[in-house]
C-alpha cells in the first residue's frame, strides 16, 4: 500500500510496470550503474536519491535502498525500500536558492559586507567581505583573517565596536547599529556607519554575524 501511495498507482499497475518505465531518465543511468554493480558482486546494496514519474506526469523524489539475495553465489531477488523524501528535497532546493540569492546580494552590493566570527579569540575576524568593503576600509589581497577593525577604527572607538558585537551575541538578537571614525594609514580620517546583524546558520558549528559598512564622512 505504501508503494503504491508513493507512485500513485494501483498493486496491479505496479506488477506490471518495470522500473525504467517510471524513473525520470536523466536519473535512470545511475540507477542502472549501482544494479549491474550489484549484480556483478562488486557490491551488497546500494542506495540512491531518484525522481520516478506520476501518472500525471509531475515528479517526486524518493530514496531508494537495494539489497541483493544470493542462493549458492548465484543472484536470487532483490530487496527494495523506497522513502519518499520530496519534502526535504523541497527544503533543500529552498535552502540553497537563499545561500544563492544571498550570495549574489552580497558580492554585488554597493554597500560595503563582511561575515565575521563571534566566537572566542576569532570574534571580530572576516571569514569573507565584498568588493565594497574593501573599497571603504582600503584593504589589499584577501581580507579572510584579518582584524579590520584594529587598523581602520580609531582607537577610542574599539570598546564601542565590542559592545556592538555583543549586542548581537544571542539566538533571539536584534540587529546592531552605530557609527564610528576611522583611520587610514595616511592619517585622512571620517566616519562609517556599522549594522550587524547574528547568521542564524545552524549546520555551521562557529557563529558568524554579517556586517554592513557605509561610509558616511559626507553627512557628519
Not at 514519474?53 to 537495494?66: E, F, H, K, N, T
Not at 523541497?90 to 554597500?111: G, Q
Not at 587598523?151 to 552605530?178: E, N
Request: charged content about 30%.
Amino acid at each position: 500500500k505504501s508503494a503504491c501511495a508513493l507512485f500513485e498507482r494501483s498493486e496491479a499497475e505496479l506488477r506490471q510496470t518495470h522500473f525504467q518505465d517510471i524513473t525520470y531518465p536523466p536519473d535512470l543511468h545511475a540507477d542502472e550503474s549501482l544494479l549491474a554493480e550489484l549484480l556483478a558482486g562488486d557490491r551488497n546494496s546500494f542506495q540512491i536519491e531518484k525522481r520516478y514519474i506520476m501518472p500525471d506526469g509531475s515528479l517526486r523524489w524518493a530514496l531508494l535502498q537495494v539489497s541483493l539475495i544470493r542462493h549458492n553465489g548465484a543472484p536470487l531477488h532483490l530487496i527494495a525500500q523506497l522513502t519518499g523524501i520530496d519534502e526535504r528535497k523541497r527544503a533543500e532546493d529552498a535552502a540553497t536558492l537563499a545561500t544563492a540569492t544571498f550570495r549574489a546580494a552580497f558580492d554585488h552590493s554597493a554597500i560595503g559586507m563582511a561575515v565575521v566570527h563571534l566566537d572566542g579569540d576569532e570574534r571580530g575576524r572576516v571569514v569573507n567581505a565584498n568588493a565594497a568593503f574593501a573599497q571603504i576600509t582600503r584593504m589589499t589581497g584577501n581580507p579572510a583573517g584579518s582584524e579590520w577593525s584594529k587598523d581602520l577604527l580609531h582607537s577610542g572607538d574599539l570598546d564601542r565596536l565590542r559592545a556592538l558585537l555583543d549586542g548581537i551575541d544571542g539566538a533571539d538578537a536584534p540587529t546592531q547599529r552605530d557609527e564610528f571614525r576611522i583611520v587610514h594609514d595616511d592619517d585622512s580620517g571620517g566616519w562609517i556607519r556599522v549594522v550587524a546583524a547574528p547568521i542564524r546558520d545552524h549546520s555551521r558549528p562557529e557563529r558568524l554575524a554579517v556586517l554592513q559598512i557605509e561610509d558616511i564622512t559626507t553627512e557628519r
